[in-house]
């Protein structure tokens, strides 16, 4: 089609490259795990459990962002193609066809050759796939798994139980398996420090986040967020230098309020915020940066995002507590926001629209992904009652660039920015 | 003096304009095919709602005792469609010259050329007649038909010319005609239809139209604004402004119809939308596919190439089902699947094209389903609209799910909603700058 966008070179902050050295130091751990003697740990992004991991010395892997990486690098259509080959279903999981696609090619991944795993951790069973995606890993990899339950928020609320059943879990699960592969007995004092960076880091990532508040949005809290969530929520939090990324995040974005500036695009900082938008689901990763310019061309700006707190939530007030770190570490395992009841999902989105000033809100359903997308429409009329405002729904997949229309997406963007133009002009006419 | 305003609609399959004026009367329409090239789609277009103006000017230009009399208004419907005749035949012509060229560039004696044409044009009078004042059938269509039936005719006589050879003459020929962006004179035509109606019109009535024909060519005819919406939309070097979506201008257009209407489903050559509106006309939300396109107005275009028949003759045929077959597939090449199998299994064609409507409104209902319901009053807007099985389905499923009490309207000129609505965001452009 001749609506290809054309290449162009891209902008990038200080904190960018400081997170792709970040990036590369951490692929360069997992490539050379079995040379170092370093256990690899296979785990997930929700409820991730980094500090423990971190603690005994193991090196994380996480076969989601080796997908997302995937897909931005152009590699999991070949991946998924593959999977599919096997016989894996073209209603399976994108991200499961990805890893499984990646390891019948020798896992060889985005950025080199991947380790098997010495343990797999399941810190999340919200999402139904998790689990079979380990199952499958591990009757290919057949290594110990540690399936940690956690219950769902179904009254929007975490309870002592849900957190003493985790807790539980922990000891005698858990922990054993860490101590088992690394060779370490658990050393609760150094979870306690690493816990201790986490909540200096997680201070400064909340500001950058919530720094959407402003006028115009000195972040876009979505495309760009997605960036600002990777070292806390993959292999780093808990770590000096994720401390130290995030006060450097900080600092630009300081920097950014005080001058007014809008957010940093591929395309440099944008020039003027016309929407200020609010977006439920996960980016689509092959087609990233198209499909970011679908919104900064039209002025369109994510001041919040749910996808940010996919790893974890810290809107309600959480933060990670070393002096109370198993229990703390629970919380957080709970508290991931596809874990939240549909109607504390809607109440977030609401005050997110509310409390960063949206013009409106998109929904982004994703074929790969029931976490998210079940019930993705029955949120969206609901927010639109409750707020008056008109809400956007399309659709995509994650790393399938098969159901990735841009003509299509860009159509829908473009004719819903109007509809929010129009709204607002009658609104300020009237 | 007073200000015009268009609104163009380039849609996947036809394009359509349209001009108001300074009272949002429609005063000119305009439709082609968008033969994929969407700048030559837009001139015809917009050059279509431009003749079709100057027949308002001039039907408002008309004095005498017959003013307002339905005779008068038949004759003058009968006098513009001699006039798109006339354009057609120049239009034949030219395609003719064409044609022989291509002929001599083949192996063919281009004499063959000379044979068809010879034939073709007397009886292109006939053809275009015949199709009465439906605009929906383009040049391309009309031509091509007289062309392929005497192509097949001269094959089956003779070993000398094969069908395919002939029809890829056409083919080369047609494209260029169709591209040519050709200055039409509006008295210069006017005057040749007038002389071919000859006895139909009385000559004081000849003179009249003359006459007003001169007068609607004087008439300062300013377009101040233009407002560009549909597929090719972003094709047009128009200000951003006057790009508008066509969400946006089939609710406005709706409104513009119909202004109780609350819902509008548009059903378009290459996607289907669901559509509320405010009491303003304004879109409060809506609802398309991204991931897939079944069951959108190329849909049938396809079920009508694999029973080769007229996309037209779809609707009336699947009116005449004794029964519907059940038909789960709105994927178009599914759909072409079951059709063959269900043929094959001995069910009438009239039931299972029954099935496959019925199941092209199923699409759309749970379309409209996802954007907020039907709510009253419920506007059927597109080229769709024109399907009378598809307007059957829909009654009958509309009535099911959401009682009886939604009244639902489909324009004539339903085709042009996204135009209508374009034209009155042009006006609104013009009035806020």
Redesign the interface.
């Given at each position: 089609m001749s609506?290809q966008p054309v290449v162009q070179d891209v902008v990038k902050d200080e904190s960018m490259l400081i997170q792709k050295k970040m990036l590369d130091g951490w692929y360069r751990e997992i490539g050379s795990a079995r040379e170092s003697g370093r256990p690899v740990v296979y785990s997930f992004v929700p409820g991730n459990l980094t500090e423990f991991i971190l603690s005994f010395d193991c090196v994380p892997v996480l076969p989601e962002i080796n997908a997302l990486h995937s897909g931005m690098k152009k590699m999991s259509d070949g991946f998924i193609l593959e999977a599919e080959r096997r016989g894996h279903s073209e209603d399976v999981c994108t991200y499961v066809k990805c890893d499984l696609g990646m390891f019948l090619g020798g896992n060889l991944g985005p950025y080199g050759k991947v380790p098997p795993p010495d343990l797999l951790l399941l810190s999340y069973t919200g999402c139904f796939t998790f689990l079979k995606w380990f199952e499958a890993l591990k009757k290919v990899y057949d290594c110990p798994v540690v399936m940690v339950h956690t219950p769902y928020q179904d009254q929007g609320v975490i309870t002592s139980d849900m957190v003493e059943y985790l807790v539980r879990q922990f000891e005698s699960d858990l922990i054993p398996a860490l101590e088992k592969i690394s060779g370490k007995k658990f050393d609760i004092d150094r979870l306690r420090s690493l816990l201790q960076e986490s909540k200096r880091a997680e201070d400064d990532l909340v500001y950058c986040f919530q720094s959407g508040k402003n006028i115009p949005s000195p972040i876009d809290g979505f495309f760009a967020g997605v960036y600002y969530v990777g070292p806390i929520f993959t292999a780093f939090r808990g770590t000096p230098e994720c401390t130290e990324y995030y006060r450097t995040v900080r600092r630009e974005i300081e920097y950014r309020v005080a001058n007014k500036l809008g957010p940093m695009t591929p395309a440099g900082t944008l020039a003027e915020e016309k929407f200020r938008l609010v977006i439920d689901g996960t980016p689509n990763w092959t087609d990233f940066r198209d499909f970011w310019k679908i919104f900064y061309e039209e002025g369109a700006v994510f001041v919040a995002s749910t996808y940010t707190k996919v790893g974890g939530l810290y809107d309600t007030g959480f933060r990670h507590d070393p002096d109370q770190p198993l229990k703390t570490m629970a919380e957080y395992c709970l508290n991931v926001y596809t874990n939240n009841s549909l109607p504390a999902r809607t109440r977030l989105m609401e005050d997110y629209i509310r409390d960063y000033h949206a013009d409106g809100f998109v929904f982004h359903s994703i074929?790969s992904c029931n976490s998210f997308s079940a019930g993705m429409?029955a949120m969206m009329?609901e927010l639109?009652q409750r707020t008056g405002l008109?809400?956007c729904?399309?659709?995509?997949d994650l790393v399938d660039s098969r159901?990735f229309?841009y003509a299509?997406?860009k159509?829908?963007v473009?004719?819903?920015l109007?509809?929010v133009e129009?709204?607002k002009s009658?609104r300020g006419a009237a | 003096m007073t200000n015009y305003y268009l609104g163009i609609d380039l849609g996947s399959t036809t394009s359509k304009a349209i001009i108001i004026d300074e009272q949002q009367e429609i005063v000119g329409r305009g439709i082609t095919n968008t033969r994929s090239n969407y700048d030559v789609a837009v001139e015809v277009a917009k050059n279509e709602a431009k003749i079709n103006a100057r027949f308002t000017f001039m039907r408002q230009e008309l004095n005498g005792p017959h003013r307002r009399d339905a005779w008068l208004e038949a004759v003058f419907a009968d006098l513009e469609i001699h006039f798109r005749y006339e354009q057609h035949l120049d239009k034949l012509l030219r395609l003719k010259e064409r044609a022989l060229r291509e002929a001599k560039q083949s192996a063919f004696d281009p004499q063959i050329v000379v044979d068809i044409f010879a034939r073709m044009v007397p009886e292109s009078y006939e053809v275009f007649l015949s199709l009465g004042t439906d605009k929906s059938r383009f040049f391309r269509d009309i031509a091509g038909m007289s062309f392929m039936r005497l192509a097949e005719e001269i094959s089956a006589r003779s070993e000398l010319f094969d069908f395919e050879t002939l029809m890829s003459i056409y083919d080369k020929s047609i494209v260029p005609i169709e591209n040519e962006l050709v200055e039409i004179d509006f008295l210069h035509f006017i005057n040749r239809a007038v002389e071919r109606m000859g006895d139909l019109i009385p000559l004081d009535l000849q003179d009249e139209f003359r006459r007003a024909s001169l007068k609607a060519i004087e008439r300062p005819f300013e377009i101040a604004t233009m407002v560009g919406t549909g597929?090719g939309r972003?094709r047009l070097p128009f200000p951003r402004e006057c790009i508008?979506?066509?969400?946006?201008c089939h609710g406005l257009g709706a409104h513009y119809m119909y202004p109780e209407t609350a819902t509008v489903l548009d059903i378009g050559g290459q996607?289907t939308k669901a559509i509320q509106l405010d009491k303003?006309g304004?879109?409060?939300?809506?609802?398309?596919?991204?991931?897939c396109a079944a069951g959108c107005g190329r849909f049938l275009g396809y079920i009508a190439d694999e029973l080769n028949i007229g996309l037209h003759e779809l609707g009336p045929l699947a009116m005449q089902h004794d029964h519907v077959t059940r038909v789960n597939s709105t994927c178009t090449v599914f759909s072409g699947v079951e059709l063959r199998e269900r043929l094959s299994l001995g069910e009438r064609r009239e039931n299972v094209l029954a099935g496959l409507h019925r199941a092209m409104v199923l699409r759309a209902m749970s379309l409209l389903a996802?954007s907020?319901g039907i709510h009253s009053e419920f506007t059927f807007t597109g080229g769709v609209a024109k399907n009378i099985a598809v307007v059957h389905f829909l009654k009958e499923l509309m009535y099911t799910n959401y009682g009886r009490d939604i009244t639902l309207n489909i324009n004539p000129d339903s085709i042009y909603t996204g135009a209508v609505g374009g034209s009155i965001f042009a006006k609104r452009i013009r009035e806020t700058s």
């Open positions: 609506d074929k429409l009329r639109e008109p809400g729904f399309i659709e995509s159901y229309s299509n997406i159509n829908r473009e004719s819903y109007q509809m129009q709204k009658d | 597929y972003t508008k979506s066509e969400i946006l996607d303003q304004v879109v409060t939300s809506f609802h398309m596919n991204d991931r996802r907020g």
